[in-house]
């Protein structure tokens, strides 16, 4: 009974996938197609997203491994920041290394600067080691030949957006660690969330939903840049998924005013292979989370 409901709901699956890539409305051929709850899992698009890795040697074998496994139905990734340990010293050699592992990918990656390759950096300064993540980073989904069309904030050319089947995906630089330049902090808070609000004055209409990726893990010394955001994303008034890095352990709440705003912190990658992110048309709950770990449960 059991395998015969099981092949059941494949074969609706099946059928709702069909009827969506030829736009057939009403021909399910099981008269099961056209139940509203088939219809909230028709997918748009899956991603996988990784973050705080590499730190160890160990890591250095791990995520090239994790990189040619990637599943075929990657739209794209992101490394949400943090590729390096944080007491190592911010070397160009180690961004060369990890520029060369990620751009091994068969699908585009997007990468958003982490505090331990940035601003926490003391050998070299932060200044130094920003020009050693702008040379290897900036703009690094231009390795691929990708059809995304991404913009990308004049004043903040790392900041990223680009909308893909109905969903609008934004990549900010908000990172953990120390502050080193407290009006460097706010005025690239500010940056950041001018380009969100321009994304979603642009994009925000036509979108499904907002997904949003940042490197840090939400606290006080990001109050002026979430704090607005949560009453933007109230107005928006669709699903948006904040997605970031910093703390290495799963975290999947709603701590915002805002509760549309669902927060997930990704498993660091020494723990878990990246993230896969499914994003579905359901109207509240769109966002699927696979952690790809035994007995993870999400
Ligand atoms: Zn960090």
Same mark, same amino acid.
């Given at each position: 009974?059991?395998?015969?409901?099981?092949?059941?709901? =494949?074969?609706?699956?099946?059928?709702?996938?069909?009827?969506?890539?030829?736009?057939?409305?009403?021909?399910?051929? %099981?008269? =099961?197609?056209?139940?509203?709850?088939?219809?909230?899992?028709?997918?748009?698009?899956?991603?996988?997203?990784?973050?705080?890795?590499?730190?160890?040697?160990?890591?250095?074998?791990?995520?090239?491994?994790?990189?040619? @496994?990637?599943?075929?139905?990657?739209?794209?990734?992101?490394?949400?920041?943090?590729?390096?340990?944080?007491?190592?010293? #911010?070397?160009?050699?180690?961004?060369? /290394?990890?520029?060369?592992?990620?751009?091994?990918?068969?699908?585009?990656?997007?990468?958003?600067?982490?505090?331990?390759?940035?601003?926490?950096?003391?050998?070299?300064?932060?200044?130094?080691?920003?020009?050693?993540?702008? /040379?290897?980073?900036? &703009?690094?989904?231009?390795?691929?030949?990708?059809?995304?069309?991404?913009?990308?904030?004049?004043?903040?050319?790392?900041?990223?957006?680009?909308?893909?089947?109905?969903?609008?995906?934004?990549?900010?630089?908000?990172?953990?660690?120390?502050?080193?330049?407290?009006? @460097?902090?706010?005025?690239?808070?500010?940056? #950041?969330?001018?380009?969100?609000?321009?994304?979603?004055?642009?994009?925000?209409?036509?979108?499904?939903?907002?997904?949003?990726?940042?490197?840090?893990?939400?606290?006080?010394?990001?109050?002026?840049?979430?704090?607005?955001?949560?009453?933007?994303?109230?107005?928006?008034?669709?699903?948006?998924?904040?997605?970031?890095?910093?703390?290495?352990?799963?975290?999947?709440? &709603?701590?915002?005013?805002?509760? %549309?705003? =669902?927060?997930?912190?990704?498993?660091?990658?020494?723990?878990?292979?990246?993230? /896969?992110?499914?994003?579905?048309?359901?109207?509240?709950?769109?966002?699927?989370?696979?952690?790809?770990?035994?007995?993870?449960?999400?």
């Amino acid at each position: 009974m059991r395998l015969f409901f099981t092949c059941l709901v =494949l074969v609706v699956l099946i059928a709702a996938t069909n009827c969506r890539i030829r736009d057939c409305q009403g021909s399910g051929s %099981n008269g =099961l197609a056209d139940e509203p709850s088939v219809k909230e899992v028709q997918n748009r698009l899956t991603i996988y997203v990784m973050g705080d890795v590499p730190y160890t040697p160990a890591d250095d074998v791990l995520l090239p491994q994790q990189i040619s @496994e990637l599943p075929h139905d990657a739209e794209f990734v992101v490394h949400v920041g943090d590729i390096k340990g944080g007491g190592s010293p #911010c070397h160009e050699a180690v961004y060369v /290394k990890v520029a060369d592992m990620l751009s091994k990918a068969a699908a585009p990656v997007f990468i958003i600067p982490g505090d331990n390759e940035w601003n926490d950096c003391v050998d070299p300064d932060p200044i130094q080691a920003w020009s050693h993540w702008r /040379k290897h980073f900036m &703009r690094f989904d231009q390795r691929w030949q990708h059809h995304l069309h991404v913009f990308r904030q004049l004043e903040r050319e790392e900041n990223f957006s680009f909308a893909k089947n109905g969903v609008l995906f934004v990549g900010i630089n908000i990172v953990g660690g120390r502050i080193h330049d407290a009006a @460097e902090w706010k005025q690239r808070h500010g940056a #950041c969330l001018d380009w969100v609000r321009r994304n979603l004055s642009q994009f925000g209409d036509e979108a499904s939903s907002l997904v949003i990726f940042g490197h840090a893990k939400p606290t006080a010394m990001h109050a002026d840049f979430f704090d607005p955001l949560s009453v933007d994303a109230q107005k928006f008034g669709k699903p948006v998924l904040y997605l970031h890095g910093d703390g290495h352990r799963w975290i999947h709440d &709603r701590p915002f005013a805002a509760k %549309n705003i =669902l927060r997930v912190q990704v498993d660091q990658g020494g723990i878990a292979p990246p993230l /896969k992110v499914t994003v579905t048309d359901h109207p509240t709950e769109p966002f699927v989370f696979d952690r790809r770990i035994a007995g993870s449960g999400q």
